[in-house]
């Protein structure tokens, strides 16, 4: 049996990771439900003009970047190191454990209870050293953070550029906070970011002025292509756009022929039930002017008879 100091710790850390885990979650289900809210509010409000929408994928982008690749590579050494050296600590721990049992009944309880501490604090140095390591805020994190800050940073320059340039309202990470059930591969601008910051490097690595001017021009010529590709989608978003708009104004043109219509049979409609009306009424009323008279010819006779008698 282990320590229980050690496995009190053991749960202490567990339980941290989750409440960390828990704050991460919340937090992105925030972020998506003010995305959405902003999403549905913008389009409201800009209901007669096209929005246009595109994201990335951080996840390809890191792939795709040489430099992070090459720094993720070391940093994965790293961690493969720090495994080894955690599994050689817990491998001399169990060796210790088992000596300690097979000699357990050679020993006096003083010897016993020494033993024992050790192994105690050795099983405490290696949950110190895991979290060092491998915790919340441990060495892999951090070092994974300043990895990818770099990336992260120019591919924040790259999306301001491209929205600036393209007309974009929003730009969202498919990788990041936002769920995105489904999404068109005509809307990933990931390799336009990347084209950005591969350009960027090169840019940094070239020493020679010839180097620089001919980067310089394939610069302005990929720029031209894609401002006259931006100004395409332009163009076919607003032919998109005039075409609802017609075809909204059709629909309303439509539904008004279509409410007056209605509203002139149920004119004739009641005009006709109430002509039925005056006319039914009128047929009992002669029908009630006959037997009053009737009756009053009755009547008559019947006085006429009485006198004569």
Do not use: C
Not at 191 to 216: G, P, T, W
Request: aromatic share 8%.
């Amino acid at each position: 049996m282990g320590n229980p100091f050690y496995y009190r710790t053991t749960i202490l850390v567990l339980a941290r990771l989750f409440l960390y885990t828990h704050k991460v979650m919340k937090t992105k289900g925030l972020l998506l439900v003010a995305a959405v809210s902003w999403l549905f509010f913008t389009n409201a409000v800009h209901a007669q003009k096209g929005i246009r929408i595109g994201y990335i994928d951080m996840s390809y982008i890191l792939e795709n970047v040489p430099e992070y690749n090459e720094a993720s590579s070391e940093l994965e050494t790293k961690v493969q190191k720090w495994k080894v050296e955690i599994e050689a600590e817990l491998k001399e721990v169990e060796e210790m454990r088992k000596d300690l049992n097979n000699e357990r009944v050679l020993l006096t309880k003083e010897l016993i209870e020494e033993r024992e501490e050790d192994i105690f604090f050795k099983e405490k140095e290696i949950l110190e050293y895991q979290q060092k390591r491998f915790g919340p805020n441990g060495d892999l994190f951090i070092q994974k953070k300043r990895l990818v800050q770099p990336v992260q940073d120019q591919v924040f320059v790259a999306v301001q550029e491209i929205a600036k340039n393209k007309k974009y309202d929003f730009v969202f990470d498919k990788s990041a906070d936002l769920v995105m059930l489904y999404s068109a591969d005509r809307f990933d601008i990931s390799d336009q970011v990347l084209l950005r910051i591969n350009r960027a490097s090169k840019r940094k690595q070239l020493n020679s002025k010839k180097d620089k001017k001919a980067l310089e021009r394939d610069e302005k010529r990929n720029l031209e292509q894609e401002t006259e590709v931006s100004d395409r989608e332009r163009a076919a978003q607003k032919r998109l756009s005039e075409r609802e708009l017609l075809l909204k104004e059709r629909k309303i043109q439509r539904d008004s022929i279509r409410a007056a219509k209605k509203k002139e049979f149920e004119e004739r409609r009641a005009r006709l039930l109430e002509l039925q009306k005056r006319k039914k009424d009128s047929i009992k009323d002669l029908k009630a002017r006959k037997e009053n008279l009737k009756n009053n010819d009755s009547s008559s006779g019947a006085d006429s008879r009485k006198d004569n008698d």
